[in-house]
């Protein structure tokens, strides 16, 4: 069990029920935080509350479309009633185009990548710093990726037009909310074994492990220990960061 030092606080992730938010989930339970799970997968989220649960954690999951607004001003607020506040934010749920070239996607792909991956950001982000600034401060962690800073493959054109976009608002939410005590930081995982990562037809995982540095794809949990550290006091003199956990790809 991690050390409690989220003991007594009130977290929320979106897109918590698989990956690596569940991780995300898993992680800041383990040190003591009530985390609310939102996401659109019923079973798969009261599935995690229930590990977090039997782990001797505080959790709860609330059903939640992420794009769309009245539902996500909806999540808030129960969080709110229920709790008096929100700590921790993981920004997290996210939608990765099918691959094809950027002249055969359509505009209802479009729509989905930046409603899912941008917008609903701006959204939580809209909600989130109020709330945390009213009750003294907080912490945000919004999930983009390597993505974002550079294109590893064709195909993936919005996707990773969205997670540059993300990146850059999170930058500019970082500056304006820092002196009001919510901190916004972003962690940029790179090839990351999730369901998102194993579905984007890149064929060969062993050829993709073996061209990073590490020479392995990263797993969810290591991920969600560095989203754990941006929510901490540890790291508290971190604001607008981009932490990538890529294995070293962004060296290569």
């Not at 996210?94 to 941008?118: C, H, I, K, M």
Request: net charge neutral; aromatic share 4%; proline share 4%.
């Amino acid at each position: 069990m991690a050390p409690q030092e989220f003991s007594g606080k009130i977290a929320l992730v979106t897109g918590g029920a698989t990956g690596i938010g569940r991780a995300a989930s898993l992680a800041l339970a383990a040190r003591g935080a009530t985390v609310t799970i939102a996401g659109r997968r019923t079973e798969a989220g009261k599935a995690v509350v229930e590990e977090i649960r039997a782990l001797g954690g505080t959790a709860e999951f609330r059903r939640t479309d992420v794009t769309d607004l009245g539902a996500l001003e909806a999540l808030h607020r129960g969080i709110v009633a229920d709790h008096g506040r929100l700590d921790i934010a993981f920004d997290n749920a996210g939608y990765q185009e099918p691959r094809a070239p950027l002249p055969q996607q359509s505009d209802a792909v479009f729509d989905r990548v930046f409603d899912t991956n941008l917008r609903a950001v701006f959204h939580c982000l809209r909600l989130q710093i109020p709330l945390m600034a009213a009750a003294g401060g907080g912490a945000i962690v919004v999930n983009a990726s390597v993505s974002g800073l550079r294109n590893p493959n064709p195909g993936l054109s919005l996707y990773s037009a969205s997670k540059a976009a993300v990146i850059s608002l999170a930058k500019s939410a970082a500056m304006e909310a820092a002196e009001t005590g919510v901190r916004i930081n972003i962690v940029a995982p790179g090839r990351v074994a999730t369901e998102m990562m194993l579905g984007s037809k890149i064929m060969d995982m062993e050829a993709v492990a073996a061209g990073l540095p590490i020479r392995r794809l990263g797993r969810p949990e290591e991920v969600a220990e560095a989203v754990a550290w941006l929510a901490s006091d540890a790291a508290s003199f971190v604001v607008g960061h981009v932490l990538c956990t890529d294995g070293g790809f962004m060296t290569l």
